[in-house]
């Protein structure tokens, strides 16, 4: 599983791009996007993801059920 | 924008109903001033003579410091850090910070390149911009590598120009010596409280060390992390401002606490500024109907913390990237198509010349003042009242009554004029506002004044103020407005001691709380 962003709420104001540990984040035509090979939910680095606690925006950037769950390399 | 609303003038409105927060209402800002007495009323308040000498030096041309610098010089923001760290209620991020401008408007995102570029060609064109800042949209702080490129791209090209910033505080502590390596000598923290109960009700949650804080714990750590960034930089010698928005019901009283706090630890000039809150901002205040202040309230509350150290009333929640002499904006002038398109030659010297000019200037226009003062000696009334005036700037009586987007109000006293802060009248009669007459909306953001002093004023007008009760005066066209203002007095005392008309206490004026959108 990945997080994503939801567009039409991002303000675009940048915040969770630099906390991202795994750079997963990026700008795209004005919003920001999260890709989905990248992200690891933050698992391994921190106790929540980090562009969630970030974002100014409640229930922005949240879980996207259409990927299987991240597998931390064991 | 306003939609569609407005109360009758001077209503205070109950906090806890939506519809009524949603006001019209005058800007009164604060920036304090001289007591009063007769020094040269610099900003905060302190004059010449009141400073130390490095500090004098460092505040003299910065419009946000010096009251009477910001007739003559200005300033701009540039907006190159977006992102935020904290949340305050009072802030909708899609739009500026709340903290150093107005919410619900929008400015302009740049690269630091970009900044640059237009600093540059601002301050080639305008050789008073003597003062660049970055404050909101976000904090500068949570944005160091933008916010410091910014510095160093301009420090190269303009050394001249004062560089300054505006912080929540969170990251303040960590970022210090970078401040100072960078020879920021201007930082503005907002405080807007010192205990967390109250922080609570402020601040949702903070972002700190990889992970998000909420309700008293995320308060305790920013206002701790507020004064040990406050005290950091004043033992580095740098000058630090506090802002402090004034909710009532939620901090008003508690900002004297504030204000004792800030002072202790160095900070050199407090500015309390009105909430600005209405449901179509968007923000929790906004939503919830929590409302601002009104003009007098805020007086009296600066009033109240004046006494412990500068006060700063002439902030106007400038917007982030308004260009131009405070309360006037050419940004439309420099947008970044423009501005990438021109050729910036940056001549200092040309700069240099026209800000000795000013200097002569400001010279005049205190002696002027200080002539007449003298003449109001061994006059003595408990007589205190306001009096609004346009300006264009430069210290004098040079606005037409019909085109002013503001009023400066003055309280005058046998001490002297003081002046005690703005009032926004632009905009008025747009969107929100319909029918009704821009008139009354102008009356009511300077009804708590005794008269109003114009270059001009036509005769419909005219009879409208004197039917309301302010005395519209445009005999001193084009004169300094502390001589001015004292003379008018003088015979207003004159009036009232022989007989001829009664000093009558006025009411209270409103605060302004639509932002002001149109301007590009
Ligand atoms: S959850 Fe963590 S890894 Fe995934 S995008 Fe957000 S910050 Fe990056
Ligand atoms: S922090 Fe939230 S609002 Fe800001 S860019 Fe990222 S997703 Fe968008
Ligand atoms: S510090 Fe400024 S940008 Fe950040 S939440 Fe507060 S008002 Fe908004």
Same mark, same amino acid.
């Given at each position: 599983?990945?997080?994503?962003?939801?567009?039409?709420?991002?303000?675009?104001?940048?915040?969770?791009?630099?906390?991202?540990?795994?750079?997963?984040?990026?700008?795209?035509?004005?919003?920001?996007?999260?890709?989905?090979?990248?992200?690891?939910?933050?698992?391994?680095?921190?106790?929540?993801?980090?562009?969630?606690?970030?974002?100014?925006?409640?229930?922005?950037?949240?879980?996207?059920?259409?990927?299987?769950?991240?597998?931390?390399?064991? | 924008?306003?939609?569609?609303?407005?109360?009758?003038?001077?209503?205070?409105?109950?906090?806890?109903?939506?519809?009524?927060?949603?006001?019209?209402?005058?800007?009164?800002?604060?920036?304090?001033?001289?007591?009063?007495?007769? +020094?040269?009323?610099?900003?905060?308040?302190?004059?010449?003579?009141?400073?130390?000498?490095?500090?004098?030096?460092?505040?003299?041309?910065?419009?946000?410091? #010096?009251?009477?610098?910001?007739?003559?010089?200005?300033?701009?923001?540039?907006?190159?850090?977006?992102?935020?760290?904290?949340?305050?209620?009072?802030?909708?991020? +899609?739009?500026?910070?709340?903290?150093?401008?107005?919410?619900?408007? @929008?400015?302009?995102?740049?690269?630091?390149?970009?900044?640059?570029?237009?600093?540059?060609?601002?301050?080639?064109?305008?050789? *008073?911009?003597?003062?660049?800042?970055?404050?909101?949209?976000?904090?500068?702080?949570?944005?160091?590598?933008?916010?410091?490129?910014?510095?160093?791209?301009?420090?190269?090209?303009?050394?001249?120009?004062?560089?300054?910033?505006?912080?929540?505080?969170?990251?303040?502590?960590?970022?210090?010596?970078?401040?100072?390596?960078?020879?920021?000598?201007?930082?503005?923290?907002?405080?807007?409280?010192?205990?967390?109960?109250?922080?609570?009700?402020?601040?949702?949650?903070?972002?700190?060390?990889?992970?998000?804080?909420?309700?008293?714990?995320?308060?305790?750590?920013?206002?701790?992390?507020?004064?040990?960034?406050?005290?950091?930089?004043?033992?580095?010698?740098?000058?630090?401002?506090?802002?402090?928005?004034?909710?009532?019901?939620?901090?008003? +009283?508690?900002?004297?606490?504030?204000?004792?706090?800030?002072?202790?630890?160095?900070?050199?000039?407090?500015?309390?500024?009105?909430?600005?809150?209405?449901?179509?901002?968007?923000?929790?205040?906004?939503?919830?109907?929590?409302?601002?202040?009104?003009? *007098?309230?805020?007086?009296?509350?600066?009033?109240?913390?004046?006494?412990?150290?500068?006060?700063?009333?002439?902030?106007?929640?400038?917007?982030?990237?308004?260009?131009?002499?405070?309360?006037?904006?050419?940004?439309?002038?420099?947008?970044?198509?423009?501005?990438?398109?021109?050729?910036?030659?940056?001549?200092?010297?040309?700069?240099?010349?026209?800000?000795?000019?000013?200097?002569?200037?400001?010279?005049?226009?205190?002696?002027?003042?200080?002539?007449?003062?003298?003449?109001?000696?061994?006059? #003595? #009334?408990?007589?205190?009242?306001?009096?609004?005036?346009?300006? +264009?700037?430069?210290?004098?009586?040079?606005?037409?009554?019909?085109?002013?987007?503001?009023?400066?109000?003055?309280?005058? #006293?046998?001490?002297?004029?003081?002046?005690?802060?703005?009032?926004?009248?632009?905009?008025?009669? *747009?969107?929100?506002?319909?029918?009704?007459?821009?008139?009354?909306? @102008?009356?009511?953001?300077?009804?708590?004044?005794?008269? @109003?002093?114009?270059?001009?004023?036509?005769?419909?007008?005219?009879?409208?103020?004197?039917?309301?009760?302010?005395?519209?005066?445009?005999?001193?066209?084009?004169?300094?407005?502390?001589?001015?203002?004292?003379?008018?007095?003088?015979?207003?005392?004159?009036? @009232?001691?022989?007989?001829?008309?009664?000093?009558?206490?006025?009411?209270?004026?409103?605060?302004? *709380?639509?932002?002001?959108?149109?301007?590009?």
């Amino acid at each position: 599983m990945t997080l994503k962003i939801i567009a039409s709420q991002c303000t675009s104001c940048s915040a969770c791009e630099p906390e991202c540990p795994n750079v997963a984040i990026s700008e795209k035509n004005g919003t920001f996007v999260i890709d989905p090979k990248k992200c690891t939910e933050c698992i391994g680095h921190f106790d929540e993801p980090q562009c969630a606690a970030v974002c100014p925006v409640d229930n922005t950037c949240v879980i996207d059920n259409s990927f299987p769950r991240y597998q931390p390399p064991a | 924008m306003d939609a569609s609303v407005q109360h009758d003038q001077a209503t205070i409105p109950d906090g806890d109903k939506l519809s009524s927060v949603m006001q019209t209402i005058a800007e009164h800002k604060g920036c304090g001033t001289s007591g009063g007495s007769g +020094k040269a009323s610099c900003g905060s308040g302190a004059g010449e003579n009141d400073l130390p000498p490095e500090i004098w030096e460092k505040v003299k041309n910065h419009p946000c410091y #010096s009251e009477e610098a910001h007739h003559h010089y200005a300033r701009m923001h540039v907006a190159v850090a977006p992102a935020c760290n904290i949340q305050c209620n009072y802030c909708n991020r +899609k739009y500026d910070c709340a903290n150093e401008s107005r919410p619900g408007v @929008v400015s302009e995102k740049l690269s630091p390149e970009q900044a640059a570029k237009k600093v540059l060609a601002v301050a080639s064109t305008i050789p *008073q911009m003597t003062v660049l800042g970055i404050a909101g949209p976000g904090d500068p702080l949570a944005n160091p590598e933008k916010t410091f490129k910014t510095f160093e791209l301009i420090a190269r090209t303009a050394p001249d120009i004062k560089l300054c910033l505006s912080t929540n505080g969170l990251a303040l502590p960590d970022h210090v010596d970078t401040i100072a390596g960078f020879n920021v000598d201007h930082v503005t923290i907002t405080i807007n409280m010192v205990d967390p109960e109250i922080g609570a009700k402020i601040y949702p949650w903070v972002f700190w060390k990889h992970k998000r804080y909420t309700g008293v714990e995320a308060a305790k750590l920013l206002t701790d992390r507020q004064l040990q960034g406050l005290e950091m930089l004043t033992e580095r010698g740098i000058l630090c401002k506090v802002n402090s928005v004034m909710i009532p019901g939620v901090n008003d +009283k508690h900002l004297v606490e504030v204000n004792k706090a800030v002072k202790s630890r160095g900070a050199f000039l407090h500015n309390i500024m009105p909430l600005i809150s209405s449901p179509e901002h968007g923000t929790v205040f906004g939503l919830t109907g929590q409302r601002g202040p009104t003009a *007098q309230e805020l007086k009296a509350l600066q009033d109240e913390c004046e006494g412990e150290m500068n006060m700063m009333r002439h902030c106007r929640q400038c917007r982030a990237d308004a260009v131009g002499l405070l309360g006037e904006d050419r940004s439309a002038e420099f947008t970044t198509d423009k501005i990438m398109a021109m050729e910036v030659n940056y001549d200092i010297d040309s700069r240099k010349a026209y800000q000795e000019a000013v200097e002569s200037e400001r010279v005049a226009k205190v002696v002027a003042r200080q002539e007449e003062l003298a003449s109001l000696a061994g006059q #003595s #009334s408990d007589i205190k009242l306001l009096v609004a005036v346009a300006t +264009k700037g430069s210290g004098l009586i040079n606005e037409h009554f019909g085109h002013a987007k503001e009023f400066q109000v003055y309280e005058l #006293s046998t001490a002297g004029a003081k002046f005690v802060g703005h009032r926004r009248v632009d905009l008025y009669c *747009q969107g929100g506002y319909g029918d009704e007459d821009s008139l009354e909306t @102008v009356i009511r953001a300077i009804n708590d004044c005794h008269a @109003v002093f114009v270059a001009k004023i036509g005769g419909c007008p005219k009879s409208d103020l004197q039917a309301a009760g302010i005395e519209p005066v445009d005999q001193f066209a084009h004169e300094f407005i502390e001589k001015s203002a004292i003379a008018w007095f003088k015979s207003y005392l004159d009036k @009232v001691n022989s007989g001829e008309i009664q000093h009558v206490v006025r009411g209270d004026a409103e605060i302004r *709380q639509g932002a002001l959108t149109s301007a590009a």
